[in-house]
């Protein structure tokens, strides 16, 4: 069982930087990969960026990359979304999940991971 709270969240202005953490307590995180959602007002909610257990694969949405990085640390059991250059369109809730194992599709995440609450992010000019 984990128990993932996310933080760093803000009101900032188009072309600002953020970085979002995600601290995990219980067992087991160097077993789960991890991945940040995010999910805007009157949208669905979306894959940002992924992290195998080991740090050593990754994943991003077409539209972030190059602007944002994931990274964990598993000894500190925490995990990291920089991100770069925000945008209006990056506005959202934005969620840490772990996942036993690793999945690309979100159905699997939804059903068998564990999610925080969320941090708000808004890009406002």
């Known amino acids: 069982q984990l128990h993932l709270v996310e933080s760093g969240g803000g009101l900032v202005e188009p072309g600002s930087s953020l970085t979002l953490s995600c601290a995990a307590s219980?067992?087991?995180?160097?077993?789960?990969?991890i991945a940040w959602f995010r999910q805007a007002p009157g949208k669905e909610r979306e894959g940002v960026s992924f992290?195998?257990?080991?740090?050593?694969?990754?994943d991003y949405l077409d539209s972030v990359k190059g602007r944002f990085t994931i990274s964990r640390d598993n000894v500190k059991k925490m995990a990291y979304l920089q991100m770069n250059n925000l945008n209006t369109d990056d506005t959202g809730m934005y969620y840490c999940?772990?996942?036993?194992?690793?999945?690309?599709?979100?159905?699997?995440?939804?059903?068998?991971?564990?999610w925080g609450q969320g941090t708000q992010v808004t890009v406002f000019p």
């Open positions: 999940a772990a996942l036993r194992g690793y999945s690309d599709q979100e159905a699997e995440w939804t059903k068998n991971g564990f």
């Open positions: 219980g067992f087991g995180l160097a077993n789960h990969a």
């Open positions: 992290i195998s257990n080991t740090g050593g694969s990754t």
